[in-house]
């Protein structure tokens, strides 16, 4: 009798999959139908980009390792010309991009660092790596009232149990992290307490990016080479984009949010838009054997900037698919990139303990 019962449930799970596959095929086809045209056709008649050259302005010296990841401030105010920057040598710096000061050097409980954000209001900055927690410091508390007083640990936040790779801040009261446990999870920063807990992905998540224009929405990328955008209020994954053949290291939104790049160990990026629920375009080159460890538009969208495992930038021409250019003089893997609020500078990262300020003129 039990072993009837058994093998009856064991059927219906397997009619059940193949009525899911069924309704997978359908929904497939429909995208397919839908698609009367591709991004590359519709721009055919756009005229091509120049040759873009964007000469290295700065060189930003002071750390003693591997720099893993780099950050703007995300604000037009007065702090838009800092970043933060976190490297294996156990300090996080925050600079001034234009006269290549160090406002502040923050030296960390773990030097095993793999991410750093800055807060949009220039108050916070955040970091973490291996330690599996994210460490948020206050920039205008410090220890002591001397001149050379030291940064105060603002939080500690401790729940995920692999390595944090991404944290992004909503505000001075939340954030958002991303981590090799396959999970991201919302922050309240004032209780120093986990929120939501974001679980769909099948591998580590390694990157995220927060919607531009709609502040309830985030993108993530992952080694089961997936991104999924998750809505922020219901704790779901609403959109689920495929098309990678390896692990995506790095998503970004589009600067109007309804789209977003991500760059992946399979050497391409890709552009998915939102509305069509599709990829858009890609972006490789037969030369190109190399991952991408991170990605980036610039203000307009018209370029995608990524940084590749052979110590170089690719420029790419979003919506025709063309490499206008290709940024050298890094001595190392380039690990971070971001572009400055105000859409004037654009900042690299590499294992070679450097930074470079890049503007397109």
């Known amino acids: 009798m039990a072993s009837s019962s058994q093998q009856d449930f064991a059927e219906r799970i397997a009619a059940a999959r193949r ?29 091509s980009l120049p040759r873009i050259t964007m000469k290295a302005r700065r060189h930003l010296r002071g750390h003693l390792a591997k720099i893993y990841a780099m950050h703007f401030c995300p604000t037009t105010g007065p702090d838009a010309r800092h970043l933060v920057s976190a490297s294996q040598d156990g300090k996080l710096i925050v600079w001034d991009a234009y006269t290549t000061n160090k406002v502040h050097a923050i030296p960390l409980r773990s ?4 991410t750093c954000a800055y807060a949009p209001s220039g108050n916070l900055v ?12 206050n920039l205008r508390q410090k ?4 001149a050379g007083a030291t940064i105060k640990g603002a939080r500690e936040l401790s729940a995920h149990s692999g390595y944090l790779s991404c944290c992004r801040f909503l505000s001075d009261r939340q954030i958002v992290t991303s981590s090799g446990d396959m999970t991201c999870m919302l922050w309240d920063l004032e209780a120093g307490v986990r929120i939501t807990e974001f679980s769909d992905h099948t591998g580590d998540v390694m990157s995220l990016s927060l919607g531009p224009t709609n502040p309830n929405v985030f993108v ?27 692990d995506i290291n790095a998503v970004q939104f589009f600067p109007n949010g309804d789209a977003f790049a991500t760059g992946s160990d399979d050497a391409s990026c890709r552009l998915f838009d939102l509305r069509a629920d599709r990829e858009l375009n890609s972006y ?37 698919g063309e490499r206008v250019g290709v940024l050298t003089g890094h001595e190392n893997r380039v690990s971070c990139l971001g ?10 990262g590499s294992w070679d303990s450097s930074l470079r300020v890049r503007v397109n003129y």
């Not at 220890?143 to 001397?146: C, D, F, R, V």
């Not at 590749?308 to 690719?314: L, S």
């Open 126 to 137: 955040a970091c973490g790596g291996l330690d599996n927690i994210c460490s948020v410091y």
């Open 220 to 246: 993530s990328g992952a080694c089961d080479a997936t991104a999924k955008l998750w809505d922020i209020r219901s704790g779901k994954a609403t959109q689920t984009f495929v098309g990678h053949e390896s």
């Open 19 to 47: 009525e899911a596959d069924q309704l997978k095929e359908k929904i497939r086809q429909q995208r397919e139908q839908t698609a009367d045209s591709t991004l590359k056709q519709e721009a055919a008649d756009v005229e």
């Open 284 to 320: 490789m080159n037969d030369s190109i054997l190399c991952g991408i460890t991170s990605v980036g538009f610039s203000i307009s969208g018209r370029l995608l900037i990524g940084g590749y495992d052979d110590w170089t930038c690719n420029v790419w021409d979003t919506l025709k």
């Open 143 to 146: 220890e002591g009232g001397s």
């Open 111 to 114: 030097s095993w660092v793999m």
């Open 339 to 348: 572009v400055s609020a105000d859409g004037m500078a654009l900042c690299t």
